[in-house]
DNA sequence: TTAATTCCGACTAAACAACTCGGGTATTGC
DNA sequence: GCAATACCCGAGTTGTTTAGTCGGAATTAA
C-alpha cells in the first residue's frame, strides 16, 4: 500500500510550481534544488504530468513549467493518477484483468471492499488541492 | 497504491475460514483448493494471521486453522494489517524514517495529505467485517 | 505406526523501483 | 551566436520486493 517515489517528487514538484504560479515559468533545475530531487528522474515525472495537461512547458532560455490552471483548481488525486495511473488496490480491478480475479462460480466475495477502498482514495486525494498544500496553516502560524 | 498478494489472498482465506466458523478447524489443504491458491503460499501468510490473534491453530491430523473471534468481530483492516504491517502510502510516515521526509526547513508541505490517506485507508478497511464479505449481499438475492 | 497436519527456514527467479548516464534535438532570450 | 532550457530516448545499474518453491521437522488423531 505505497505510492512510488515518483508521486511524491510530482506532488512535491507540483507543490513548489504552486508557490511559484504567477512568476512566469520555473525551471526544473529550479525545483531540483529546492526538493533536492535528482533532476534527471525529475524530468522522468514531467512528461507525465504535461500530458495530464497539469503544467504548461515553455522553450528555451528562460523557460520552465508552470501550472496550466491555478493550484486552487489542481488536487492530489490528478497528479498521482498522472504519474501512477489509476488507482487499483488489487489488480483484478483493472478492466484488462478481471478474469483472474474470481475462481468461484458465485461472485467474488472480496471485490466490494476493494472497489470501496478504491473510491475511497481516489475521494480523500481529490479532497485535497494544492492550495491547501502551500497554504500556511493555522497550527503553525500560532506556533 | 497496491495491495501484495499475500494480502488478497490473507482475505480471501480468511473469508473461507468464516465459513466454516462453528465446524472445528480447517485445514489449509482445504482452503488451498477452493481459493485456488499454492498450499505452500498459503502457509507463509497464515503465521501472520496467527501473530495477530486473528486465528488459531490446531496441529497434528485432523487439525487445521479456526477463527478467533466471530467473523462480525474481524474486519478487513486487521488481516491487512497483520499480513502487510501498518499502512504507510509514503516512507516518511514510519517512525523510523522520520527524518529523511523533509528537506526543507519548514515543516514538509506534503506530509499532512499522506497523513489524511493512512486514516482514511485504515478506516475504510475497519469498516468492512468479515461477516459482511461472506454474508449474501442484497443485490445478489434479487436477481 | 502412519497419515495428516502445522510449522520453520532457506532458496530462487522474475519483476520492479529508483535512479544514473549519455547523448541528441529543438527552441528561445539575450 | 551562445547559453539555457525543454524535450526525447534508450540503456544500464543496483538494490529491493514479490511471489512463489522446496525440504524437512514437530505434532497429533486414529
Known amino acids: 500500500m505505497k505510492l ?19 512568476e ?11 526538493e533536492k530531487i535528482s533532476l534527471k528522474f525529475l524530468e522522468q515525472i514531467f512528461p507525465d504530468l504535461r500530458r495530464a495537461d497539469l503544467i504548461q512547458s515553455v522553450r528555451g532560455s528562460r523557460g520552465g513549467y508552470i501550472l496550466s490552471r491555478p493550484p486552487a483548481e489542481i488536487n492530489v488525486g490528478d497528479i498521482v493518477r498522472a504519474v501512477e495511473g489509476p488507482i487499483t488496490p488489487v489488480d483484478c480491478l483493472s478492466e484488462v484483468d478481471s478474469e483472474s480475479c474470481c475462481h468461484r462460480k458465485d461472485d467474488c466475495l472480496t471485490r466490494q471492499v476493494w472497489e470501496k477502498l478504491r473510491d475511497r482514495i481516489n475521494d480523500v486525494l481529490d ?9 500556511v496553516k493555522p497550527a503553525e502560524t500560532l506556533t
Not at 24 to 33: D, H
Open 4 to 22: 512510488s517515489a515518483k508521486v511524491e517528487y510530482g506532488v512535491r514538484a507540483m507543490a513548489v510550481l504552486s508557490i511559484y504560479y504567477q
Open 24 to 34: 512566469g515559468p520555473l525551471p526544473l533545475r529550479e525545483i531540483a534544488e529546492q
Open 127 to 135: 479532497e485535497v488541492s494544492l492550495d491547501e498544500l502551500v497554504e
